[in-house]
């Protein structure tokens, strides 16, 4: 399971779900705890930008777990911000004044601080204070409420400050099985939702188009490293990225490619269907070069978000025009893309129905000579030749048989030649004669 959550993002959703299924079915009724939670960050990460809240995969057992390592990195001296372990004497002052509602624990005002002299990093201090002010204003939270995943980049705190009462083993297959239907129901913390105006009037000026806008990223963007995938969604919304012109779309690109550290793969997703997709699909004619520049470079950067939000859902909309598929030829044939990279598209793309447009992409793609393990090859010619007896007069598809026996000749095994030939036989294209000599030439 640890190996999957490591290298999911190249394998296909279509093979990653029976996986999750399997897992649900172990009959132990002492299931690992730590298993479980892994089997539910996974499906939420093939469920990005979709609300979990009140369903947290950390057990009781996990919680005291973790927060026994939490406390040994506290002693190193980190300084993670930790509730007290009572003590008999203390125990119901303590349970006395958590009821009061209003009432705020002493903290120190200073700034937590290594003995290194190092300061507690960005992320954990910011949690600490709104947690502050979230105690001032609501006093005790209700015990069913539910913190911030470690999925979705929770820090310890909010971990150990709440509690959180996770599905028992015996629900973790239900869990996961209805992970997809949570309805949303996230809101943006209150550091974040202050900056939304500033962030607004940010973009009307990208939209204006002007110049001296470059160089290092503002401020306010550095907050995507703090929300959520659903919370970035709900960002998003609020700042009609889809409406950006596309000279604000590209300085945007611009801006989040240069935040560091990188956005996460759930974020980076989020960010791709919102300020792409739609703005794809809507084209009626050529991409302008600000939006292929744009794509293109966010692609070189997060390429596995822009397969999953992107590559796939454009090649299956309806009505897909000369225009998206145009730009998706654009986009395959970048000579920025990574050799892996080639690979993760190749293998989106055989996953999906095949149509016109997706020979035309496919084509634009192997024309790169893409270097690929043989079984990923075995499945492109495999469904490639099945392809031949509803594709007899598309000549797409014949420039596609052509490309690939042409460019990959040293690649093809007998039975696969076989699968050609047959074809080849049913093409009644004019290329049908330059497709029997090249199928002359490979070995027979």
């Known amino acids: 399971m640890s190996l999957l959550m490591a290298v999911w993002p190249s394998l296909p959703e279509s093979r990653l779900l029976p996986v999750l299924q ?29 609300s979990t809240d009140g369903a947290s995969p950390l057990s009781e057992r996990c919680q005291r777990q973790l927060q026994g390592l939490c406390r040994r990195l506290g002693q190193g001296g980190r300084k993670l911000k930790l509730p007290p372990v009572p003590d008999s004497e203390g125990e119901g002052q303590e349970n006395k004044d958590s009821q009061q509602p209003g009432k705020r624990r002493k903290e120190p005002e200073e700034e937590p601080v290594s003995p290194e002299g190092e300061r507690a990093p ?16 609501e006093g005790k939270r209700p015990e069913h409420e539910s913190s911030e995943s470690l999925a979705d980049g929770g820090g310890a705190s909010s971990i150990t400050n709440q509690p959180i009462m996770g599905p ?10 209805d992970a997809k239907g949570l309805p949303e129901s996230l809101e943006l913390p209150k550091v974040i939702q202050d900056q939304v105006p500033r962030l607004q009037q940010l973009l009307k000026t990208l939209g204006k188009g002007l110049e001296g806008l470059e160089g290092t990223p503002p401020v306010e963007l550095q907050l995507l490293q703090e929300c959520s995938p659903g919370q970035v969604d709900l960002l998003c919304a609020q700042l009609q990225l889809p409406q950006l012109l596309d000279t604000g779309l590209l300085q945007l690109c611009t801006w989040l490619l240069a935040l560091s550290p990188d956005l996460s793969l759930g974020n980076a997703t989020v960010l791709t269907r919102s300020l792409f997709l739609g703005r794809i699909l809507s084209l009626t004619a050529s991409a302008s070069r600000l939006l292929t520049t744009a794509l293109t470079s966010f692609c070189t950067k997060y390429p596995y ?11 299956q909309a309806p ?57 990923k090859f075995s499945v492109l010619m495999e469904k490639l030749c099945k392809e031949g007896p509803v594709a007899t007069t598309s000549m797409a598809y014949a420039k596609l048989l ?3 026996m042409t460019k990959y000749q040293a690649n093809i095994t007998e039975p696969q030649r076989l ?20 199928l002359r030439h490979l070995t027979p």
């Open 22 to 50: 399997i897992a649900r079915q172990d009959p132990s009724p002492d299931l690992d705890p730590w298993l479980r939670a892994l089997g539910e960050f996974l499906q939420r990460d093939l469920s990005a930008g979709v």
């Open 122 to 137: 960005k992320r954990l201090r910011c949690l600490e204070k709104e947690e502050e002010e979230e105690e001032g204003h």
């Open 168 to 177: 028992e083993p015996s629900e973790a297959g239900q869990s996961l099985k």
């Open 305 to 315: 978000a822009v397969c999953r939000a992107l590559l796939g859902p454009v090649l």
């Open 319 to 375: 009505g897909i025009g000369p225009a998206q598929t145009e730009l998706l030829c654009c986009l395959t044939k970048d000579k920025a893309l990574e050799p892996d990279v080639q690979v993760l598209m190749l293998g989106q793309i055989s996953e999906l129905p095949w149509k016109e447009e997706t020979f035309l992409v496919l084509q634009s793609l192997l024309e790169r000579q893409v270097e690929m393990p043989p079984e």
């Open 402 to 404: 052509l490309t690939v």
């Open 419 to 438: 699968g050609l030939a047959a074809a080849v036989e049913l093409n009644t294209t004019f290329l049908r004669k330059s497709l029997q000599a090249a």
